[in-house]
């Protein structure tokens, strides 16, 4: 649809030279291999590190989520301990509903966990093959590899003790306090 002397720009003109010519095969390959097998690593590093960032960001999610979860749970709980005469509720029925919601908080409470537990397992092996990176392309342990036994210095460790300790509190309070005074 152009005139007649123009050549398309998927044609090569007979003047130009094509890159798939004999005198261009074979001398350049090794380097254009070495130089888009670096470019793949430093792209597949940014990954990981994209992934490492967004393992720790999560982690504060869950907590945020089962803190909000656990509160709205417990508050349900008191309100039903507080207004079940009130609300002309039997006192086995208050108890099974604040049994309820407490077993409720301790699914939320388990489900966090997990998340969080296998969150620092995907950080564990995203490190482990940023560091696979870095020994390929800068060399041998320029990064030192994550140690599982170092879990003692990890905030998701104290975050799920956290998690633990106060589910065993809820439990403890209710079957203290709460559930004897419901007769």
């Not at 940023?130 to 800068?138: G, K, P, S």
Request: glycine content about 6%.
């Amino acid at each position: 649809m152009g005139e007649s002397g123009q050549a398309r720009p998927d044609q090569a003109r007979p003047d130009q030279a094509r890159p798939d010519t004999a005198a261009d095969t074979g001398e350049d390959t090794a380097e254009d291999t070495a130089a888009i097998r670096h470019e793949f690593a430093l792209e597949r590093y940014r990954y990981v590190l994209q992934q490492i960032q967004a393992v720790n960001e999560n982690a504060h999610r869950f907590l945020a989520l089962y803190q909000t979860l656990a509160t709205a749970l417990v508050t349900a709980a008191l309100a039903l301990f507080v207004g079940y005469r009130k609300w002309e509720l039997t006192a086995a029925t208050a108890r099974g509903g604040v049994i309820g919601l407490l077993t409720l908080a301790t699914v939320v409470a388990a489900f966090t966990s997990t998340l969080i537990v296998v969150g620092a397992l995907a950080w564990l092996d995203y490190r482990n093959e940023e560091c696979d990176i870095t020994d390929e392309i800068v060399g041998p342990d320029f990064r030192k590899r994550p140690r599982p036994g170092n879990f003692l210095r990890w905030y998701e460790t104290y975050v799920v003790l956290f998690i633990l300790v106060s589910v065993i509190t809820m439990w403890v309070l209710a079957a203290l306090f709460l559930l004897p005074a419901m007769r």
